[in-house]
């Protein structure tokens, strides 16, 4: 199976940056697709980015194009999330997922391990 684990999570003011980590274990090698979702409070989870192993092609959810961008170290089987320009509404809990279907999955249904998350909170 495949272990996900999410870190770099805190607190920050509107308009930091941050970045979060997914370190990755296990039979990564089973799986291609890759992803971020995030779920504020009282809210359901909703797709944030997704990037493939096998030629890096990326997709992002359109609230956070231009601001955030997702990549992956293969060789370390760690998945990034560098987001700018924070915004109170960015304030969530990030998980990241894998899949072993190598499309850019948007669904939640897609994925088929996911990590516990980290709280990211933006301060107005």
């Known amino acids: 199976q495949v272990q996900l684990v999410e870190s770099g999570g805190r607190l920050v003011q509107a308009g930091d940056s941050l970045r979060l980590s997914c370190a990755a274990s296990?039979?990564?090698?089973?799986?291609?697709?890759m992803g971020w979702f995030r779920q504020a409070p009282g809210k359901e989870r909703e797709f944030v980015a997704a990037?493939?192993?096998?030629?890096?092609?990326?997709h992002y959810a359109a609230y956070v194009k231009g601001r955030f961008t997702i990549s992956r170290d293969n060789a370390k089987n760690t998945l990034y999330l560098q987001m700018n320009s924070l915004k109170p509404e960015d304030t969530a809990v990030y998980y990241c997922?894998?899949?072993?279907?190598?499309?850019?999955?948007?669904?939640?249904?897609?994925?088929?391990?996911w990590g516990q998350g980290t709280q990211v909170t933006v301060s107005s």
């Open positions: 997922a894998a899949a072993f279907s190598g499309r850019l999955a948007t669904q939640i249904r897609d994925y088929d391990y």
């Open positions: 296990g039979r990564t090698y089973i799986t291609d697709g």
């Open positions: 990037i493939t192993r096998s030629t890096g092609s990326t």
